[in-house]
């Protein structure tokens, strides 16, 4: 892992990501409504038309409310105690669209929301809020067929437990009982979990609306928790990649073969990861070039020609970022990689940082790039 | 719905259903660990040998912090702050064995412990809080073949949506494609949802072992969310069973059906339901009799033989409760459907109240007796 994707990964997620997308801002709109990752029935946070998040808590007798929200590393949105002793504040800006994590500062300690769902990321279960994306249609939840996405615990020897994982199988899986299907292992990022693609990622929904749109080939993809070693929590440093490697290649893959209907040939399967996960991914299939032939790093690093020893191995390397991020750092990749006769290709999500927006768009545009060749 | 049902459901729900064991507490043996349920690193809270808990909270400039748990409706435990500015307090005595949803105040607001990880509950993600049972053997992570929980999303026309359901697989399910399966529709309680059974219910750890051990016929687990009018969150008296039973009967079980390789006959098809989901199995399964054989009501009521139009149909009655709720109410009720000619049985919890343990070790116990004759 360079010093470069660490110093990126860890300013990008501690900052949790936002950046205000104009320094002017406009006049605020009064069309606020509640975002749609609050829990049941919970009025705030709400977002409005610009793309503003507008927080409210009830702490009655607090000294101060902060939100992590709205400028990034420089203390996020200060609460304001109205005349029924709530707290409300706005953002300062409009924030990127997508999916942000926040937390909230009561009186020096760090809370979360009560008014929405959580989701892990930075090491703990964080608050999260949507800003509806203008091209949100493709993660929707639509009348489609969907397909299932499974707990499953599967036996590890090397870390003496049952590891789990979620496996999202496509629309039709349970009926067509003589089809096989390609698997993609996908990862996570620091401070996620396995539960991250298919929480705040929308993977399943995403591959059901384009399975149901003729747009990609069906198949399998497996979400697993890749931190396997003692790294304390939050200690990205202490992270080491082989004993996770242990886990994927000689436990969960065999598993996943042996127990879902895949086709378990390097050809037809694939690995993919967002920044940390991105780094396991650009080791683990270099380790190991006759288990995958698709490569896939969103916002997470770059391959070089030099480092792939047998092209005839690897039928494609995606790579991509968000536009806020370094996107030329991707496309010079891309560039040199086919330069090197490999299949290369990039993808720069316009208008979004280190997020899951970024990482929600790339899986779409990935999907239909893979077992095709 | 009795208004019996209603006042111990509502009174049990939200004093969070904790009550202390004894009156005098001994004293407390320093052996506190962290709570199982505690997000990943977390120190706090912790438990001790005893059942004592023990939360700290940090918010340093905060004037009060109490922890909803410790005095049932008494007010909870107050924490006291110490020297270096955490928050830290100890239930006045022993806790229930098993799983207690709680929350956190904090200067007049209602927020969760950041140590724990979050459960649905009273409405609400909630923190939750594992006094380890002496029993817990039988819902552990064992080195046992494991099934599989499977979130599907099926279509709903009468509530025109995609609706979510988690379903348990046996092990093996992928493997014996030939075999078929009966099906167990399990309901959560009032201000639960379709999370709880395989979350704090631990349903799919309750079947592995009981299979590995061959005490119970492998069978498949449905979980949905069992409130679809418009009920206010929160307002149980505007809760109606009629648009619930649709999805269930005209859309659940029919997708169930197409989609898993059940055994779709009403010998091979079994309802149950905790609390409100009780009251729902109820119900629906005397309005629905050619549906379900089994019934079961875990803390959730009780059937008269009088209720029951055609006895032939009814293969099982179970009823259930812990010994700090009506246990004479259950029993009584099973006397009388035997004397009624009904295949009925009675199930006390020892020494838990309104609460998940009783739940776990009711479906332990209906487990075995479900799909025999």
Known sequence: MSNKFLAIAIATTLAGGVSIAQITPPAIIEDFKPSELNQPGQEYPQVNSQGYARFKIIAPSADSVRVSLGLGGRGGTKLKQLADSSWVGTTEGPMDEGFHYYNVRIDGGKFNDPGTLNFYGSTRWESGIEIPAHDQDFYALKAVPHGKVEQILFPSASTNTSRRAFVYTPPGYNNNTK??????????????????????????LIMDNLIAEGKTEPFIIVMTYGITNNARFGKIREFKVDTFQTVLIDELIPYVDANFRTIAKPSHRAMAGLSMGGMETHTITLNKPDVFSYYSLLSGGTYTPEEIKDKSKVKLIFLSCGSKEKPEGVKNAVTALKAGGINAVSYISENTAHEFLTWRRSLHELAPLLFKN
Chains 1, 2 share one sequence.
């Open 179 to 204: 089809k096989r299907y390609p698997v993609l292992y996908l990862q996570h990022g620091w401070g996620e979990d396995e539960t991250a693609w298919s929480n705040q990622g929308h993977a399943n």
